[in-house]
């Protein structure tokens, strides 16, 4: 199973990115998908976490500015950040906790690189 995000760039203040993450392999069902950000000297946090029913939650930091949603046809969860700001300069990644044959397994991807700057 892997996890492939995209999406990351360079963006001024105010902009907006979408971030994609999608998972292949041999997979029985995707139970909670979610983004983590890691900035510089900084632990890694949760920046929005959606369940496989569509219930949502938000870092206080970004309630308003980021939606998250998932398309569980294409195992795929998206990130909408609008209102970008510096503070949001990070490493991005998405984790996925996944129904494999042996059990749940929790994955991550390689992370997307979002900076904010004018």
């Known amino acids: 199973v892997q996890l492939q995000a995209s999406g990351g760039g360079l963006v001024q203040p105010g902009g907006s990115l979408r971030l994609s993450c999608a998972a292949s392999g041999s997979i029985f069902s995707i139970n909670a998908m979610g983004w983590y950000r890691q900035a510089p000297g900084k632990q890694r946090e949760l920046v929005a976490a959606?369940?496989?029913?569509?219930?949502?939650d938000y870092a206080d930091s970004v309630k308003g500015r980021f939606t998250i949603f998932r398309d569980n046809a294409k195992n795929t969860v998206y990130l909408q950040m609008l209102m970008l700001l510096p503070e949001d300069t990070a490493v991005y990644y998405c984790n996925a906790d996944i129904a494999v044959g042996s059990g749940n397994i929790d994955y991550w991807g390689e992370g997307t690189q979002v900076t904010v700057s004018s």
């Open positions: 959606i369940s496989r029913g569509g219930n949502t």
